[in-house]
């Protein structure tokens, strides 16, 4: 079946500085990809739709230059948390589409960035 | 944006069916109904999903009312394994790539 790899699955990083989260399709293309972010013992919320070869399209109340995401195959797409901060220590997940129109979103098994 | 209701919470004894329920009287003719869950710490799982008809696979069946207001997922025999957070995601017809997940059910099996 689809997969959706993520990398790396946990990091821990210093206020200030930047941490990139990769997804990779690994055995089909994505167009589109899309990224989440979970807070302990809430839901998932919908950051960012990520789109090969043009600029993403972010959620109402999302930094785009906070979050930058990057689309540049159809296998990797990569999420860049700049200067951050302890508010951003998250669960970060990103998904990918197999097929078109209905096909069900494909999930990778997450980062969990904590900032000190 | 979450179209969905579900119940916080289910308990479920191991070996019995879970029956986990989801109002989504909104729907309109064209949106599917999807389900994932969520086991503690990893990515979402996808499950089923359907349009009007009866669903069914390897891992659940998915009950959706006539008037497609409501639907069931049903695992048949839930085991231990199964405990998890349940979501379920009607997805918008304006734009269909986008999945917006609702507050889901935590299914408790117990022994």
């Known amino acids: 079946g689809a997969v959706v790899s993520q990398h790396p699955s946990w990091v821990i990083c210093k206020s200030g500085t930047s941490v990139k989260i990769e997804c990779r399709s690994l055995?089909?293309?994505?167009?589109?990809m899309f990224w989440y972010r979970q807070f302990p013992k809430q839901s998932l919320m919908l950051m960012a739709t990520?789109?090969?070869?043009?600029?993403?399209?972010?959620e109402q109340g999302v930094e785009k230059d906070k979050f930058l995401i990057n689309h540049a195959s159809l296998t990797l797409s990569t999420l860049t948390v700049t200067s951050a901060h302890p508010e951003d220590s998250s669960f970060y997940i990103c998904?990918?589409?197999?097929?078109?129109?209905?096909?069900?979103?494909?999930f990778g098994n997450g980062t969990r960035l904590t900032v000190t | 944006d979450a179209k969905t209701t579900q119940p916080p919470s289910m308990d479920c004894a191991e070996g019995r069916a879970a029956n986990l329920p989801c109002n989504h009287s909104?729907?309109?003719?064209?949106?599917?109904v999807y389900w994932y869950r969520q086991i503690h710490s990893q990515g979402p799982q996808y499950i089923i999903h359907?349009?009007?008809n009866n669903e069914t696979n390897e891992m659940a069946s998915l009950i959706i009312t006539e008037d497609r207001k409501s639907s069931t997922l049903i695992l048949p025999h839930a085991t231990l394994r199964d405990t998890a957070v349940y979501y379920c995601?009607?997805?918008?017809?304006?734009?269909?790539?986008?999945?917006?997940f609702g507050s889901g059910t935590k299914l408790n099996v117990k022994p």
């Open positions: 998904s990918a589409i197999l097929g078109q129109n209905n096909s069900p979103l494909h």
């Open positions: 055995d089909f293309q994505a167009t589109t």
């Open positions: 990520s789109n090969e070869g043009s600029k993403a399209t972010y």
């Open positions: 909104t729907i309109s003719g064209n949106e599917y």
């Open positions: 359907g349009l009007k």
């Open positions: 995601i009607v997805r918008p017809t304006y734009n269909f790539n986008k999945f917006y």
